[in-house]
């Protein structure tokens, strides 16, 4: 298995420009999370989806963060306009139960000027 | 808001030598998780405890639990200096989906 993929795994961009993060989940995987990570903050929970449905979205910042899980094999993190400090990393994760062994990409690094 | 708390923050130790990182929590856990962060990468699971258990192994590493003090603790005995990266303990609630993780321990193997 190819393990939870990512793309891009870095994004450099201006503020005001969309940027769209995607994620595969590990087949078989009902749970997918996107989390981001900076020093200031550490390792915040955005949303998560449960069979593609979106579960729990309290943790996305403001209207500019946005999520879509189409499919069992596809995410996409969106942020529009975005802004210098959404720059962090952002990670997706999916895992087979709920509360239990979580799956992480490799990280999409996001650098917005 | 966090719900698990890694203690210390930062710890530096000669390699060979055991590294003990603590969690502390605040309410009623599942389950509680560690796991590694290598520095430039994604995180990697270690090692799940669930609640009714008090202790559990696997290669270098041991998880203890105890939940009347609402504390885990981990340790890398023999430690190399592939250890060296980040800590994060994360604690699965009960009636709650999702896992809160802590802020991390940042463990520096010395050669």
């Known amino acids: 298995d190819a393990g939870v993929i990512q793309s891009p795994r870095h994004e450099v961009t201006e503020m005001g420009q969309e940027v769209t993060l995607r994620c595969k989940p590990i087949s078989g995987h009902d749970y997918l999370f996107w989390y981001r990570q900076t020093m200031m903050r550490g390792l915040e929970l955005l949303i998560y989806f449960n069979n593609n449905v979106p579960i729990d979205d309290s943790g996305m910042p403001e209207d500019r963060f946005s999520a879509k899980m189409p499919n069992a094999s596809f995410s996409t993190l969106k942020i529009q306009p975005s802004e210098p400090r959404d720059s962090a990393v952002y990670f997706c994760?999916?895992?087979?139960?709920?509360?239990?062994?979580?799956?992480f990409g490799p990280g999409t690094r996001l650098l917005v000027l | 808001s966090q719900q698990g708390e890694e203690d210390p923050q930062a710890l530096s130790i000669q390699e060979g030598e055991n590294a003990t990182m603590n969690c502390s929590y605040k309410?009623?856990?599942?389950?509680l998780q560690w796991y590694r962060q290598n520095s430039g990468r994604g995180l990697v699971h270690l090692i799940l405890?669930?609640?009714?258990?008090r202790e559990k192994h696997s290669g270098r590493l041991r998880v203890t639990l105890d939940t009347s003090k609402k504390s885990s603790s981990l340790l890398i005995t023999a430690s190399r200096a592939a250890d060296t990266a980040s800590y994060f303990c994360a604690t699965g609630m009960r009636g709650d989906d999702k896992i809160i993780f802590g802020k991390g321990t940042r463990l520096h193997i010395l050669p």
């Open positions: 309410t009623s856990i599942n389950n």
């Open positions: 405890i669930r609640s009714n258990e």
């Open positions: 994760a999916s895992s087979f139960k709920v509360r239990e062994t979580q799956y």
